[in-house]
């Protein structure tokens, strides 16, 4: 079993930058996709970013491209998301997940962080 803890939530004003942090525990997830994704209120669940296990391979939504970094710590079984340049429309709550045991869908959650950007 795989357990993610995401940090790094808060209350940014717009162009402001956070960065959030999602460590694992349990498992070693080096070899494994991770994945950021966000839900804001009333909205479904939507991707924001993803990186291979090696890191040397990232893709972004269009909405957040130019503006977030997906990156990896595998040494300290963490992924982070830097988010530069915040928009009100990137208030959600931000989690993080992963393709545990090679899966072809993310079968590993976090709990969330909460992102609100003021205007």
């Known amino acids: 079993q795989v357990q993610l803890v995401e940090s790094g939530g808060g209350l940014v004003q717009a162009g402001g930058s956070l960065r959030l942090s999602c460590a694992a525990s349990g498992r070693t997830l080096s070899t494994y996709v991770m994945g950021w994704f966000r839900q804001a209120p009333g909205k479904e669940r939507e991707f924001v970013a993803t990186?291979?296990?090696?890191?040397?391979?990232?893709f972004y939504a269009n909405s957040v491209k130019g503006r977030f970094t997906i990156s990896r710590d595998n040494a300290r079984n963490t992924v982070y998301l830097q988010m530069n340049n915040l928009k009100p429309e990137d208030t959600a709550v931000y989690y993080c997940?992963?393709?545990?045991?090679?899966?072809?869908?993310?079968?590993?959650w976090g709990q969330g962080t909460q992102v609100t950007v003021s205007s």
């Open positions: 990186i291979s296990g090696s890191g040397g391979s990232t």
């Open positions: 997940a992963t393709r545990f045991g090679g899966s072809n869908d993310y079968n590993a």
